[in-house]
């Protein structure tokens, strides 16, 4: 298989990476394709790029690109056990599926996610509190292992490696199949109830009511509000129509044409965004009812919308603090990022329910909280900062997120990292896979 050099970039914008990249047409492809490479700065595999930070990036080494490997395999209706590729997107999977009254067990916040980045990441959705995240779906994966053998993958043969590669970024191999169980439901739109929410203590208080009643809940928080408005914002929660038909419409059309000017995101604009989306609604709450993809996906509505940003990029932080630190941890990173006046209007609160199954899973019980800044000067320090929060609140930052974190923090955020390294070493000592994130984290240990 010949590769092309080629500048891949993450969705952030803000990291890019110079690689020879490889596109394989059929899954038989790739196998021959890992056994014939070492590469002195490894593999590593890319979808759809949709991380936000450099954990799919290889700069100087070499990539796999998934995006063609996107075939549905099989489906058992009784069962509800799908086999796919792993370049197939949740869109693509919506697209068929939901007409036939099934959907992905847990959905992440963009329909432009792979599968096998489903499993890389172990991503979580709006109903993290009952189904978990996506590794709990996983019945088995096919994996190539560095030497090019594949080897099927499953919490019960391979439950080493099943927990290494379920959140391990990428770096045990590369993901050909999945087998998982699609959930079904009872239409294909959602009743949605949203409620403003005054300050954070109320949000994480209706939050607590919430997390055992309904399926789906999310909030929207103003991170530019202060004194006794810090944390004020939206939650919405949401279950599945009783009854109704099974279209689904098409995907989004419209697009940012352009790169928007550095200028154009500020704190006034962003607060005057702020006061017009609190207020998008009248009274204190409403309740509608709206296709599935406008619930999971709300962001793919517009596409290149990560050109917002203009040309320098964003940066995502993503991190999630456990419940009993949650109020006094949010309120300091919030307070934090207030003080800087830092321009986040893409501002997220969740909660989570249970550990990830991966040694390297992001999800422990508690709130999750996103936040978007533009890449300006003075973007590091303030992510800095917010990572000493959440270390010192005794929480994680998420890596499929992540530029920025220390190998330091890091360590102290992922308490499972020795049980990972030794599965690493055990089928990679040659560190044949390798990335961009895993440089930067040490991950393998200290040179």
Same mark, same amino acid.
């Given at each position: ?28 492809e790739v196998a ?64 068929v599926f939901l007409?036939r009254g099934f ?14 980045? +489903? ?43 099943? +927990? ?76 599945? +129509? ?160 992540? +530029? ?44």
């Amino acid at each position: 298989m010949n590769g092309k050099t080629l500048r891949l970039a993450s969705w952030g914008r803000l990291y890019r990476a110079e690689t020879l990249a490889y596109r394989p047409e059929r899954v038989g492809e790739v196998a021959a394709a890992v056994a014939g490479r070492s590469h002195p700065r490894g593999l590593i595999a890319y979808g759809r790029g949709r991380s936000y930070g450099d954990a799919p990036l290889n700069s100087g080494g070499e990539t796999l690109l998934t995006e063609r490997l996107n075939r549905l395999l099989s489906f058992d209706e009784s069962s509800r056990a799908l086999v796919c590729e792993a370049g197939v997107t949740f869109n693509e999977l919506m697209s068929v599926f939901l007409p036939r009254g099934f959907l992905a067990p847990v959905s992440p916040g963009t329909g432009f996610a792979t599968i096998g980045g +489903a499993v890389a990441n172990d991503v979580h959705g709006k109903n993290h509190d009952h189904a978990g995240s996506f590794g709990r779906h996983v019945e088995w994966l096919d994996l190539v292992l560095p030497a090019g053998e594949v080897r099927r993958v499953s919490r019960q043969e391979t439950p080493d490696l099943f +927990a290494a590669t379920v959140g391990g970024v990428g770096l045990t191999g590369i993901i050909l199949q999945v087998c998982f169980r699609l959930t079904p439901v009872p239409s294909s739109r959602l009743t949605v109830h949203e409620r403003r929410i005054p300050n954070l203590d109320a949000f994480i208080g209706a939050f607590e009511e919430q997390r055992s009643r309904a399926t789906y809940s999310v909030g929207w928080i103003d991170g530019l509000a202060r004194g006794a408005a810090m944390g004020r914002g939206i939650l919405e929660t949401a279950e599945f +129509a009783e009854s109704g038909a099974f279209a689904v419409p098409p995907g989004p059309s419209r697009r940012v044409p352009l790169d928007l000017p550095a200028f154009a995101l500020n704190p006034l604009t962003v607060r005057a965004f702020n006061e017009l989306y609190f207020n998008r609604f009248r009274g204190d709450a409403r309740t509608r009812t709206v296709p599935a993809r406008d619930f999971f996906y709300p962001l793919d509505a517009l596409r290149d919308w990560n050109r917002i940003y203009g040309r320098k990029g964003f940066h995502q932080f993503q991190c999630v603090l456990p419940n009993e630190a949650a109020r006094p941890g949010l309120r300091r990173l919030l307070t934090e990022v207030s003080a800087a006046r830092a321009a986040s209007f893409l501002a997220v609160l969740k909660t989570l329910g249970d550990e990830g199954p991966g040694y390297l899973s992001f999800p422990m019980r508690g709130f999750t909280l996103a936040l978007d800044f533009p890449g300006r000067p003075g973007a590091p320090d303030l992510l800095a900062r917010l990572q000493d929060i959440v270390c010192d609140h005794g929480g994680r930052v998420y890596l499929a997120k992540d +530029a920025v974190l220390t190998p330091e923090r890091f360590r102290r955020m992922y308490p499972k990292l020795d049980a990972f390294r030794t599965v690493l070493g055990s089928i990679d000592p040659e560190c044949r896979f390798r990335s961009d994130l895993e440089r930067r984290l040490r991950i393998r240990g200290d040179p």
